[in-house]
């Protein structure tokens, strides 16, 4: 008797905390709310979304390919942060650099040639929650928070916008943190196959003295 | 012994016990009401679940928490609240063990959900004290399940 009310306890509680939850988040405002179900490639592997060595990807609609191998590329020579237009054969030679490779979800890049493909006009996504963006992001960069409900629509209306073979350079807070390259597992699944990932993150480039803007827009 | 197990089951040392794990709880669970995509990121650091299931404990596991705790502190439902608490600590206890063993540094996001940005070595130092509280608290809980069942209370 005992067992069947505590079940029926247990029960109580545990519905009354489904039914609290998806109403309160039916009802949060964007940067509170949570898509369901969610939707994170790779959640049960260790180390990172994607480089575990010879862990393959978990992202969707796309042939499996070596996603465990997250290729550094060397260097170009160093370049400072700056908004002075590079010359078009400059830009061409900088962006064959970095060829579309849709064997695999991302590149990771270094500082010098996150910057040099900030001065060549490169679309820059920041993948931090918006608050983070707000407070000061890359000028010109795109808030896409990968943790936030609306990240499908931005990456739908990306698609719309953006030619799938052409660089994106994607960032979060360098470190340990992986959200860009979330991120990049989600632009890969839809279609975008030259992915560039920031390595160092925001903290590297407000380090170089790149060009930072506060607030929601670009 | 007879002496001990009277002390351990006094109704001065449940009733604190009782309040002091709801309290906890509720402050547990607050920070992660207030922010559920943090917590979601929490959880997915402990790289247990499944994908599709990481917003859905995000949003549920805090009401489960501030519920259990509520009830702890209004006196309702003691045995099973306080059950019920015990069980998301030996979750919570299993799942940090088994990071620490495979070596997976993770913030605990127990009462912040705030990446704290600490080295690995912290982090892994922290997880073991994460441990030691938890196993602190899980004794406050077994404490009131069964004081509880020896007075016969179940509400």
Known sequence: MNLRRHILETATILLVAVAIALVSNTLASRERKLKLPGDYPNATTVGSSSKVNGEPAAAPAKPQGPVGTSVVLPPSKKSPVSSSPAAPAADRDLLARFPPHPDKPYVEIPGEDAARLHTAGVPFLDARRTSLFEDGHVAGARSVSVWESDVDEKVMALMGEQDGAKPLVLYCSGGDCEDSHLLAQKLWGAGFNDVLVYRDGFPDWVKRGGAVRRGAAP | ?155
């Open chain 2, 1 to 155: 012994m007879n002496r001990l197990r009277a002390a351990l089951g006094s109704e001065w040392l449940t009733t604190r016990a009782q309040i002091a794990l709801g309290l906890l709880f509720v402050a547990a669970a607050l920070p992660k009401l207030a922010d559920p995509p943090s917590f979601a990121h929490m959880i997915y650091n402990y790289r247990i679940l499944p994908g599709s299931l990481v917003n859905l404990f995000a949003l549920v596991l805090p009401w489960f928490e501030l519920l259990a705790g509520v009830a702890l502190l209004l006196g309702l439902w003691t045995r099973t609240s306080a059950a019920l608490i015990g069980f998301l600590l030996l979750v919570f206890i299993a799942a940090i063990s088994f990071n620490l063993f495979r070596g997976n540094a993770i913030d605990c996001g127990c009462f912040d959900v705030k990446a704290v940005g600490q080295s690995v070595a912290e982090r892994l130092s922290e997880m073991r004290g994460d441990i030691l509280r938890d196993l602190g608290v899980l004794a406050l809980a077994a404490q009131v399940v069964f004081a509880s069942r020896e007075k016969g209370i179940s509400g």
